[in-house]
């Protein structure tokens, strides 16, 4: 077992890991699609290895089965006791005509729903585009279904859900107590409608009607010289209780973690209100943390040592600074995680 699986066990604390996608082909009758652009296809092979697949194993017949076996396995042996799937709504017309062209996968809310109430190890964050002619009924469903959370990617997507017209839809997310899971900050792997909804501020209505709301990412930029939102999550969690952040990607090769943003994030004033999260099957390295000095080079040839992806990526956000508020906040914050 990898390192820090031997606790597991021991601490009756749970763990979550709140920002795991799953991908599938519906080799299973599952309803999910894949078709990679862009960077998403460049990185194919690179997103498969880091659950131990191939990118045969993609294109083959078991994909879905496969790659559900692999997140059970990686669960089981980590310090991870719970991982978020995230289903993935396509990007809607302001009418609410889907636009299935636009998008690069597709993961309905049934089958996320379903996986959570065969295995304990998932809890399910379905997506729903709230222009949606069925988008209330839809919410209605997933509630019913034991939803844990809702997941999009407002940029992505092509979701503001700052629109008045989305305020039955998030005063029904308040009273379910169904935190919303938003992308923030900006995305190169994924088609993008809108680059003006990157920004936290997205969720302002949200917030303000009383949806808890985490922003992935920390809305932090994903290359060098892409916007970074970190100061206006920063700003915002001054005003809002009810907003936290995830650390997904940021041990990725990616330039999301910058060594101001994460001095902040690991500070004491921002205890409780940074969530854990993974963003597998995006592979996590440490390469970058390594080289900014946010991290020993020990450290880092540590990690690489942990075959194991969830675990890698948790003891890098350990090496990191953060602590055990981190990964046990989602257990208090996503509904019917406790």
């Known amino acids: 077992m ?19 996608h ?29 659950v131990g697949l191939t990118t045969r194993d993609l294109h083959g017949p078991e994909f879905d089965r496969l790659y559900t076996e692999r997140l059970l396995e990686m669960i089981r042996g980590s310090s991870v006791d719970r991982a978020l799937l995230l289903a993935h ?18 993961v309905p809310n049934d089958h996320v729903l ?4 065969r295995h304990p190890e998932f809890l399910a964050a379905v997506s729903i585009h709230p222009a949606r002619r069925d988008a209330m009924d839809e919410l209605e469903k997933c509630l019913a279904g034991g939803a844990s959370a809702l997941k999009c990617l407002p940029n992505v997507q092509g979701i503001d859900w700052n629109d008045p017209r989305f305020t039955r839809f998030l005063e029904r997310m308040a009273e379910a107590g169904l935190p919303l899971l938003a992308h923030t900050g900006s995305e190169r792997t994924m088609p ?16 303000d009607i009383g949806v808890t709301c985490i922003a992935a990412h920390a809305g932090t930029g994903m290359m060098l010289l892409d916007p970074d939102y970190f100061a206006d999550f920063v700003g915002m969690l001054e005003k809002h209780p009810n907003l936290y952040g995830d650390n997904s990607a940021l041990a990725g090769l990616s330039f999301r973690l910058r060594p101001s943003a994460l001095r902040a994030m690991t500070s004491a004033a921002m205890d409780g209100r940074i969530l854990h999260g993974s963003d597998l099957p995006v592979p996590p390295s440490g390469l970058l943390p390594a080289a900014f000095g946010m991290i020993s080079w ?33 257990a208090t914050v996503l509904r019917g995680a406790a």
Request: aromatic share 6%.
């Open 2 to 20: 990898d390192g820090g699986a031997e606790d597991h066990a021991v601490n009756s604390v749970m763990r979550i890991d709140c920002h795991v």
């Open 114 to 117: 379903e996986l959570a109430r």
């Open 298 to 330: 020990s450290d880092h040839r540590a990690a690489k040592r942990i075959a194991n992806p969830l675990e890698r990526d948790a003891q890098l956000k350990r090496m990191l600074g953060f602590g055990d508020a981190t990964f046990t906040r989602a």
């Open 22 to 50: 799953f991908v599938g082909t519906g080799t299973d009758g599952s309803g999910c699609w894949y078709r990679p652009k862009g960077l998403t296809k460049i990185g194919e092979p690179f997103l498969v290895k880091a």
């Open 89 to 106: 709504e396509l990007p809607h017309h302001a009418d609410g005509t889907a636009l299935p062209e636009r998008s690069s996968l597709y």
């Open 192 to 207: 993008v409608m809108d680059h003006k909804l990157a920004s936290p501020r997205v969720l302002t209505r949200a917030l």
